[in-house]
Nanobody, 124 residues
Framework: QVQLVESGGDSVQAGGSLRLSCAASGFTYSTYSLAWFRQAPGKKREGVAAVGADGRTVYADFVKGRFTISSDNAEDRLYLQMNSLNPEDTATYYC??????????????????WGQGTQVIVSP
């Protein structure tokens, strides 16, 4: 079955960097749309970055220039490099997948497979 397992979350100080990883299994990774979402306590889940099967990337405005999404089709891994972190980035980060192209790459309803999340805490 499809499995997505995130790792790499940690506590860091503002200005620091983290690299999140999502290990995928149980599906033909290279044909899926993939994305990172996050959810802070008391807030709704929001799209952070996405990559389509064609390699095109989409970013939320609030992470442009700071975060980079990448996909390793040989290792079936999705990454999110996060630089210049600030306390507003504190959240649980989830990877998500859908078996095909999506219309709105940063909309949670487009994806039907989700990981369990990894927590990122950024202190001032």
């Amino acid at each position: 079955q499809v499995q997505l397992v995130e790792s790499g979350g940690d506590s860091v100080q503002a200005g620091g960097s983290l690299r999140l990883s999502c290990a995928a299994s149980g599906f033909t990774y290279s044909t899926y749309s993939l994305a990172w979402f996050r959810q802070a306590p008391g807030k709704k889940r929001e799209g952070v970055a996405a990559v389509g099967a064609d390699g095109r990337t989409v970013y939320a405005d609030f992470v442009k220039g700071r975060f980079t999404i990448s996909s390793d089709n040989a290792e079936d891994r999705l990454y999110l490099q996060m630089n210049s972190l600030n306390p507003e980035d504190t959240a649980t980060y989830y990877c998500a997948a859908y078996p095909g192209p999506v219309v709105n790459a940063l909309a949670s309803w487009e994806y039907n497979y989700w990981g369990q999340g990894t927590q990122v805490i950024v202190s001032p």
